[in-house]
């Protein structure tokens, strides 16, 4: 549904109308009451009942059902192509949610790249809660069938990954998935729904870090669970009333106010993420350039099926291992060294001693010589000639020897 009662909202074919114009006006119908065209941020926690049990526009309790997050939800379900949509109070929060659909005793796979806090939650809590789980490289899908056991009942993928940009081909994934009678379930924060739908490609659903690129701009922190599966859904209905984790109905509003704009924010953050892979190709402080983007990359023919773009995520690996890494993300001034990615502004961050801490000492664990970009919209040669000047000062404080060095330049 676009946008409820099609007199008010002017949309009578919801599935004629394009991805940006999906983002603008899909569960937003005109104020009914004042024609704005902005959906109301509806702070109430109650609603009023015309009689015990009849809701008087179908909410109760703010808890378990909010306008704001409605139009919210309704327009990223419409984004990912899925029927059904959840928002949560963060994206962990949101994985917290599906994961809860594993018993004590139940296997859950999980691919060898992730972000480090999803393994923390599967590792520690669900782990802890008698979930087992084991890490398989998913790009040979077959080597699920190795893992697979009686109690195995998920697979769980980020594509492409975080850190190492590691693109997994969801569809091969999906396919084995379902012949051995367990669901997938796609991180799709890298790619957003604008590059990448994984539904379409077969997953049983999809999970956000609405954080990112969907708030797009540094100031919200929530979470987006899309999926088709019913039964999924009446679980996610009732993990959100039951277990609480909502967003506010100003984080809605905000999260709504992004995603408005991720289509033209999506192609910029490629456009300049690209425009900084050919700084760091010419650079010779830089072992490795890891983007999908890139013909050398070996998950670029797939990116190419099943993406519509590359993304604006950017890692690399340097020359003189950890001083040099954390020599360059200390050097920039345009890049904000921060944990975070996908919004407006750059940021630039040391995955092993931040955001991928928590994977240490596991199959996670990411190379301590890896710099991760988070490509934003500044302008492209601010961006180029911060990042360059940066890797000059790699060279400075952490020395390689020279026959270690790229030899490009
Ligand atoms: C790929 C991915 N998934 C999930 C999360 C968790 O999201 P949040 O920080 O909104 O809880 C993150 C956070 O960085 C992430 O990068």
């Not at 309704?74 to 594993?102: K, M, N, P, T």
């Not at 190795?146 to 594509?159: G, Q």
């Not at 992004?258 to 953050?269: E, I, N, Q, S, Y």
Request: aromatic share 6%.
């Amino acid at each position: 549904m676009l946008g409820g009662d099609p007199q008010v909202s002017g949309f009578e074919d919801p599935g004629a109308f394009g991805f940006e114009t999906r983002a603008i006006r899909a569960g937003q119908p005109h104020d009914p009451y004042t024609g704005a065209v902005v959906t109301p941020i509806s702070l109430a926690t109650t609603f009023a009942q015309d009689a015990v049990g009849r809701p008087r526009h179908g909410y109760e309790y703010g808890r378990t059902g909010n306008p704001t997050r409605h139009a919210y939800q309704v327009c990223v379900a419409s984004l990912e192509g899925a029927r059904h949509g959840f928002a949560f109070a963060s994206g962990l929060a949101a994985c917290d949610a599906l994961l809860r659909v594993l018993r004590p005793g139940d296997c859950l796979l999980l691919g060898d790249d992730a972000y480090g806090g999803t393994f923390r939650l599967i590792d520690s809590v669900f782990g802890n809660a008698g979930v087992e789980h084991a890490a398989v490289d998913l790009t040979a899908p077959d080597k699920l069938r190795d893992a697979w056991t009686p109690s195995t009942r998920m697979v769980w993928l980020e594509s492409p990954t975080n850190p190492l940009l590691t693109v997994v081909d969801i569809e091969a994934v999906c396919a084995v998935t379902h012949e051995l009678g367990g669901i997938v379930v796609v991180d799709n924060t890298f790619a957003t729904p604008y590059l990448q739908q994984p539904l379409a490609l077969g997953a049983d659903a999809v999970v956000h870090s609405a954080t990112k690129y969907l708030g797009g701009h540094s100031d919200v922190v929530g979470g987006f669970v899309a999926t088709d599966d019913d039964r999924l859904a009446d679980h996610l209905v009732f993990t959100q009333n039951a277990v609480g984790a909502v967003p506010s109905p100003f984080d809605c509003y905000l999260t709504l106010r992004g995603v408005k704009t991720l289509g033209v924010r999506m192609d910029r953050h490629e456009a300049s993420a690209q425009a900084l892979v050919e700084v760091l190709d010419a650079h010779r402080a830089v072992r490795s350039v890891l983007y999908p983007g890139r013909p050398d990359h070996p998950g670029h023919d797939i990116a190419r099926r099943q993406m519509s773009g590359f993304g604006g995520m950017v890692s690399f690996r340097l020359y003189g291992g950890r001083a040099a890494a954390e020599c360059v993300a200390s050097s920039t001034r345009v890049f904000t060294l921060a944990e975070s990615l996908g919004a407006v502004e750059s940021l630039i961050e040391h995955p092993g001693a931040m955001t991928h801490a928590s994977a240490a000492g596991s199959a996670l664990e990411v190379p301590d010589d890896l710099v991760r970009l988070s490509v934003g919209l500044e302008t492209a040669s601010d961006l180029a000639d911060d990042l360059g000047t940066a890797l000059d000062a790699a060279l400075e404080c952490a020395p390689a020897s020279p026959s270690e060095l790229n030899p490009v330049s």
